[in-house]
């Protein structure tokens, strides 16, 4: 079992950047890979990027791609999300959420989720 609890909400401005973290319990997190997703108001929840156990690899939606950075410090339990040069198209609420198998980019492959946090960008 494995809970996530997301940070880092904010209100920024077009252009600006952002860092959202998550935090998850228990002592198996660096036996997971971590996902990033987000749900805009009234659109399905999509995905944003994946990194695998050890950190080594990720991969990111195209709409993010060369923006947004996936990083995670197992010493910490933790895994963060660095968004740059954010648009207003990137507003939403960013849910992190762990996984049993790398690359997963389908909610359906995620087993454990957090509650989210919202980002809004203003143009």
């Known amino acids: 079992q494995v809970q996530l609890v997301e940070s880092g909400d904010g209100l920024v401005q077009a252009g600006g950047s952002l860092r959202v973290s998550c935090v998850a319990s228990?002592?198996?997190?660096?036996?997971?890979?971590m996902g990033w997703f987000r749900q805009a108001p009234g659109k399905e929840r999509e995905f944003v990027a994946a990194?695998?156990?050890?950190?080594?690899?990720?991969v990111y939606a195209s709409s993010v791609r060369g923006r947004f950075t996936i990083s995670r410090d197992n010493a910490k339990n933790t895994v963060y999300l660095q968004m740059n040069n954010l648009k207003p198209e990137d507003t939403a609420v960013y849910y992190c959420?762990?996984?049993?198998?790398?690359?997963?980019?389908?909610?359906?492959?995620?087993?454990?989720w957090g509650r989210g946090t919202q980002v809004t960008v203003s143009s």
């Open positions: 959420a762990a996984s049993n198998t790398y690359p997963a980019m389908g909610v359906s492959t995620y087993a454990y």
């Open positions: 228990g002592r198996t997190f660096s036996s997971y890979a």
């Open positions: 990194i695998e156990w050890s950190g080594g690899n990720t």
